[in-house]
Each structure stands twice: as C-alpha cells, then as structure tokens.
C-alpha cells in the first residue's frame, strides 16, 4: 500500500469552536473522535460518542490493546465542512494515529484528504454521502456504516411498494449529505415511472418554509421526500400541518433524532424513515446492549453500534496487524473481516462496506420508533 505523505499545516488556525479534551498518556493508543459537539445536530456527536466510549471501555477491560489502553479525544467540528479540516489538521498535529468520525459527511469529505495524505486511519460510524470514497482512491479511509446510493434505493423501494404515490415532491437542505441522497431517491422513482412533480432544496437554519410548503399545496404532491436532518424536517412538518398539508413526509437516518418531537410536536406522528437495522435487537449483542444501558446509554440510535463498531474495527486491526501502526492496521483491514455488532464486516477497495442494511421506520410522537408494518 502505498501512502501519499504531505506536510501538515501545523500553523492552520484553530476556528472558534474547535474542542478538544483528553488528557494524554505515552503509554496509551489515543482515538480521536471527531464529529459535531456544538451546533445544532450535536445529538448525532452524542450518538457516536456513546458507542465509541461503551467500545473502548470494553475493551480497556478485557486487557486492551496490544497491552495498551485506548483513549478517547474528542474533537468538535461541528458538523461544519470548513470545519472538517480544522479539526483533522488538529488530530495529525497531535500525532493521534486513529480517527472515528466524522460524523457529517460535509465536514468528513473535507477531512479525508488530510488523513490519507498523513497516514491516519479514518473509520467513519455515519458519513454516507458517496463522494467520501468514491473515486478518491484512499487507503486510509473506512466507513462502518452504508452509503447514501444504498439508503437511497431502499427508501425508493419502499415508496413505490407500499405508499405507491401518483406526484411525489423531493426536498433536500442543499448539503452534500441531503442534496446527494434526495438525488439517488427521485433518479430511482423517475426509473420507476413515478411523477416526481418538485425537486427543491432549502436553507438549512431558516425558520420559515411557508413558500415550498405553499409549492407542495399547489402541485397536488401526495408524498414528500426530504433529504437532510432534524431540525429542518420538524418545521417541515409541523408548518405543513398548520397549512393544511395532509401528506407523509420521509427522511432519511439524519431526520431521526428525538428532538424532532419538540419541534415537530403531533405532526411527527407516522413520519418514515430509513435506518441502520436495530442491530441492538440482535439476541448477539445482549451483552453490548446491557454495556450500554448500565450506563445508561441507548444503544439503539441510529449511529452507537456503527461506532461502536469503528472502534472495535480499529482495535481489531492493531491487533490483527501486531502494531501500532495505522498503514499497517489499514492495509489488514482491508485483506480481513471483523466481527462486530452489526454484523461481520469487511470492505472494498475503496473503503466501503461490502453489504449494510438499511430498514425503514415509522416514528411516532412519543418518540418511540419502530419497523414499519410491525
């Protein structure tokens, strides 16, 4: 394997915001986790946080590493592209070898360039947006999760199976994340036939979206697809319903988040999405759910068991390789599977996972979710 080194701008400025905690010891393996700790989705960085923090300390008490104990730095982007850098530049100057994150995929696709060209092992838990991988020829960059040209044909699927609408409206947040799995689901129900009548973005942050509301009023839409995340979804539906809009809204994994009931209030009630399979559900990983909830963490989010898994995958990796060395535990984890919580994982060549699952959910207003159907 062959990695491309460059210097590192170790003057770059750090933006305000950046966070970075753990105190460091020589005789440790550190992860930096890098996500979104401030803003408005740092739900999503809690998510993560939880599974990577249950996964180390399981594995700081079976021995650790290589005789080493892991930990844990945490390092806030907040899930900003320009931000994205920021940070990476922060974990190579550092010398922290190993990377869970980042979470958003704007800020991941951002980073990636920084860790493959300085030798750092990126294993991200959320990131879905295809362009994080494709054609970038990486070695050092691993997702634990499914890619948006996955979770879009599943949600495609669905819609043209069960709901079987006759106009459709598409709606993303103009991000790299919402924007690309909004295109994958209209070009797979245009396949279709479908009529797919609007595909708009809006502005992420904005608190009024009376005037693409009014739009799916005049087309007559009977489904409404809309690629992005929570906060945008709930005032999606809820201004809907006030304006009388009777249709069903769906989402992806980013929509769902329990803080869409408090903006969204009763008009969350059925909203769809796709999610990660409810692997802690699987009779498997009891032991791990119980980890989890003896902290009284939820291991069934969208993303705790897909960190989870990044971190055991690059625990795995060191041991599999015998050193602490991240082109080494690249190059391993490129040749072998790893058993984790979501399954046995292996990869591509591009760093993809070779087969992910995605179900789709209906919430509800107590903030509950469950499989569609079930």
Not at 175 to 202: H, M, P
Not at 256 to 280: Q, R, W, Y
Not at 281 to 291: G, T
Request: glycine share 10%; hydrophobic share 40%; net charge negative.
């Amino acid at each position: 394997m062959k990695i491309r080194f460059t210097p590192v701008a170790a003057a770059m400025s750090l933006a305000t915001g950046l966070l970075l905690s753990g105190a460091a010891h020589a005789d440790n393996i550190r992860i930096a986790l890098a996500g979104p700790f401030t803003g408005s989705v740092t739900q999503y960085g809690d998510m993560v946080k939880q599974g990577v923090d249950t996964a180390i300390e399981q594995i700081n008490a079976s021995g650790g590493v290589l005789g080493k104990q892991l930990e844990l730095v945490t390092v806030d982007d907040a899930c900003e592209p320009k931000q994205g850098p920021v940070a990476a530049n922060r974990i190579v100057n550092d010398k922290i070898h190993y990377v869970v994150g980042h979470v958003c995929s704007g800020a991941t696709i951002a980073a990636t360039d920084i860790y493959n060209n300085e030798g750092v092992l990126m294993v991200t838990p959320s990131a879905t947006a295809p362009a994080v991988t494709d054609g970038k020829g990486y070695e050092m960059i691993l997702r634990t999760i499914g890619r948006d040209d996955q979770q879009g044909p599943a949600a495609a699927k669905f819609i043209l199976e069960q709901i079987k609408p006759t106009k459709v409206a598409v709606l993303h947040d103009k991000q790299s994340y919402g924007q690309g799995i909004a295109a994958s689901v209209r070009s797979e129900l245009q396949k279709a036939g479908t009529d797919v009548v609007l595909f708009e973005g809006i502005n992420a942050g904005d608190s009024d979206y009376s005037a693409v509301i009014t739009k799916l009023k005049s087309t007559g839409v009977d489904f409404v697809y809309f690629g992005g995340y929570h906060p945008e979804m709930g005032l999606l539906l809820r201004q809907a319903a006030e304006q009388g809009v009777k249709v069903h809204f769906m989402g992806p994994e980013g929509v769902g988040n329990p803080d869409i009931n408090a903006i969204a209030g009763k008009a969350v009630e059925g909203m769809l999405l796709t999610l990660p399979a409810d692997f802690s559900q699987d009779p498997d990983n009891q032991a791990i759910v119980q980890a989890f909830k003896d902290k009284k963490r939820d291991p069934s989010g969208a993303f705790q068991l897909s960190a989870y898994a990044a971190t055991l995958a690059i625990a795995e990796g060191i041991k599999g390789a015998g050193a602490d060395d991240p082109v080494k535990v690249a190059e391993y984890l490129h040749a072998n599977s790893v058993k984790t919580p979501i399954g046995l994982i292996s990869w591509n060549k591009q760093g993809d996972l070779n087969d992910f699952k995605f179900d789709v959910f209906s919430w509800h207003a107590d903030g509950s979710k469950s499989v569609y159907g079930k």
